[in-house]
DNA sequence: CTTGATGAGTCTGTCAACGAGACTTAGCCT
DNA sequence: AGGCTAAGTCTCGTTGACAGACTCATCAAG
């Protein structure tokens, strides 16, 4: 084997580092779960997912750093005023990923009875999964077909001054 | 506001969480971008990831240990016997989770220039995303058309003692 | 056969993040 | 006034991440 392409080319801007920047810190997509499983109070998540207060705290405040949640303010009956969380656009957008995960999680890591939690279509009630597709239409149904390439934020990695291997052609997987 | 349906039932068993207790751990996901894209050298990893050796081969063995890579051996002409980290069936079906969190990241978190990483249709060369369909057969555009729900694993979650709120109807965030 | 290069680690010590449990605070209710 | 409750802080011990030096096996050069 060879050097693969890709070593030349930088990843420093890489956004799938990035969105795990902020999404892979423990307990940030089970705070998601929650959210989107319509809990939306500090002590209601605590109850089912037991994080320990101080990083719950911690992860609300990123996520709503980052908008993926908001701070709603409200008021039950006869209490004061408290916040709930509750999804952003761009929070909204992230179910794409939970729904890869959910997909992937429960097709191997699913006890025998099954997963506790399913995304289905509300209007027919089957359940949803992921088709990749291209932006011509094509539906993608083999990863032979999927080519990672470099994108237009690409920059070349100064490679440290002779570290030269021979060249290869192809560079999946 | 009143109980979120939620509340009533665990999620100890639950999918996304599991799948996240491997894929998020802090750089992971990365070795995996790594991997999909070609490099599969621990040193080249190390190259352009900066990831600590350590941290590195804890990872790699991780993934190793839950079948998302295997070890391969090869041998370089004048080499002696090394090992590359390949992708089994398992790791290859992560590919949808990749290609959600580069879509969501390069929108949200990319550089002016965009992301130096992309999956696109090799035999078109259109860029990929994913649709979410349901087992009907609808394309799903809205999220209000999106409903989490309990699964079939779905277990109930014992209240401890008197923690009553009224019941409300819907879940949905 | 010795020396040196190289890939892939291991060892050690420091610093940040996580986890458990007790303590705090603001506003409402009796 | 006293108590309750949601949502935090505080403290402290444990685990994980990181940097940098050291190891070890194997092959190639001399």
Redesign the pocket.
Known sequence: MATPPALNWSVDNCTIERAMGILG???SLVVLREVFSGIR????MRVRT?????????R?NNLVEHGILRREPYRE????????YRLTDKGFDLYPVMIALSEWGNRYLADPEGPPIEYAHRDCGAELHLAVTCADGHLIEKRREIQPRPGPGTRPRRPPEGTT?PETANGSA
């Open positions: 810190e423990k307990w109070r500090f002590d209601d037991h994080i320990p207060r101080q990083v719950l705290t911690n609300l009956p006869g209490s004061r005023v408290r916040h709930e291997r």
